[in-house]
């Protein structure tokens, strides 16, 4: 995957990051654990800066961070209400739960953002509850591009120390994001056995 990630920068530069990681966002699967690297390894052979690294890398992943936003918006909390109460027991949530995090949304939105754009596997993610239970646009917008540029600079700084070794910042990321995956998987198989589908 990584050779036609190297390919686009090159010919591409601070464009070909943005939209590099403006994918990542709307597809996960093309991960921005390369794409950063690789513009660190141009930063450190001076074919490009640190700062148009981080500004593009971090403005094409809140592009996708706010088309998701809207997105949620769009679908609505009322709207959910109906998918919850048919499917609740698969998402091991019941409407009353939906309107509780709504509440605690209210509280701690902003941090809830900030910090989920700094984990990996799920950063991608966290656009849809923060659409859908309400938040307040600029405070998403602030909390989002503070976390994503935040997770943009550190990759890029791992590209230039690391220069070309790949391996490397896999075996530093790579065990976080199977541990999270774990966990989710974890933590859901026991909510689907304890839940017992109240309204």
Do not use: C
Not at 97 to 109: E, L, S, T, Y
């Amino acid at each position: 995957m990584g050779d036609w990630i190297v390919r686009l920068i090159e010919q591409s530069g601070y464009l070909g990051i943005g939209f590099l990681m403006f994918l990542e966002t709307l597809f996960p699967p093309i991960p921005s654990e390369v794409i950063m690297p690789v513009a660190g390894i141009a930063v450190e052979r001076g074919q490009l800066s640190l700062a148009g690294v981080i500004a593009s890398g971090t403005a094409g992943a809140m592009l996708g961070n706010i088309i998701w936003y809207l997105a949620a918006r769009a679908l609505g909390h009322d709207r959910l209400e109906p998918f919850v109460r048919r499917f609740g027991k698969w998402l091991t949530i019941s409407w009353r739960d939906v309107q509780r995090a709504h509440d605690w949304f209210d509280r701690h939105g902003i941090a809830f953002v900030l910090t989920g754009r700094l984990v990996p596997t799920v950063r991608s993610l966290v656009s849809i509850p923060a659409g859908l239970l309400d938040m307040r646009f600029r405070n998403f917008v602030i909390a989002s591009t503070i976390g994503t540029a935040v997770w943009t600079t550190f990759l890029t700084l791992l590209g230039v120390k690391l220069k070309e070794q790949f391996a490397a910042i896999d075996q530093i990321i790579g065990p976080i994001s199977t541990a999270i995956l774990v966990l989710i998987a974890s933590v859901y198989v026991v909510r689907l056995a304890r839940h017992k589908g109240q309204d």
